[in-house]
């Protein structure tokens, strides 16, 4: 999939969209481990930040088929990735939910079209497969990602309320 950079941008000539091959896993897993340290570690105390460089080979091997699973490449390099799946519930026949489960694009390239190009595949992908929706988390307090959500056209559904335990 080529890459169409936003206008006046010079930062993303070069950009690709590609699917993640086995070949990839890597480059994967190391845009993954770099979200689960600046999301998850800094808004969830509990988040196992580790996770991805233990087990997240051999969990996004296992969906490569029938998931989405992008890289945003520039010039060879990383710079941002997004995972997708599609479910269903017992509890809401007939509803099939397109679900980003992980997104990040690289601090360098922020704000240059590369999310907005990612998100796009992913909806694309999940239009393709009949989803009747898409659904995406975020931390309560990352402001900046339900910003981009939100502009992308996701609205709130539902509220998660929590009250912490110290340890």
């Not at 999301?39 to 091997?61: I, K, L, V």
């Not at 393709?128 to 931390?139: D, G, I, Q, S």
């Amino acid at each position: 999939m080529k890459f169409t950079p936003k206008k006046g941008s010079d930062t993303v000539d070069g950009m690709d969209i590609v699917a993640v091959t086995e070949d990839l896993i890597p480059a994967l897993v190391t845009s993954v481990a770099a979200l689960f340290a600046e999301d998850g570690g800094r808004h969830d105390p509990w988040m196992d930040t580790g996770w991805p460089d233990r087990a997240g080979a051999a969990y996004y091997r296992g969906r490569l088929d029938g998931q989405l699973c992008l890289l945003a490449r520039e010039h060879g390099r990383t710079v941002g990735h997004l995972v997708g799946r599609l479910g269903s519930s017992e509890l809401r026949p007939g509803a099939t939910v397109a679900v980003l489960e992980s997104m990040r694009v690289d601090e360098s390239v922020r704000r240059d079209g590369v999310g907005s190009a990612l998100v796009g595949e992913f909806t694309a992908w999940a239009s393709r497969a009949r989803a009747t929706e898409f659904r995406v988390t975020a931390f309560a307090a990352n402001e900046g990602a339900i910003g981009f959500y939100r502009s992308r056209g996701f609205e709130p559904f539902e509220v998660t309320l929590r009250k912490g335990v110290t340890p």
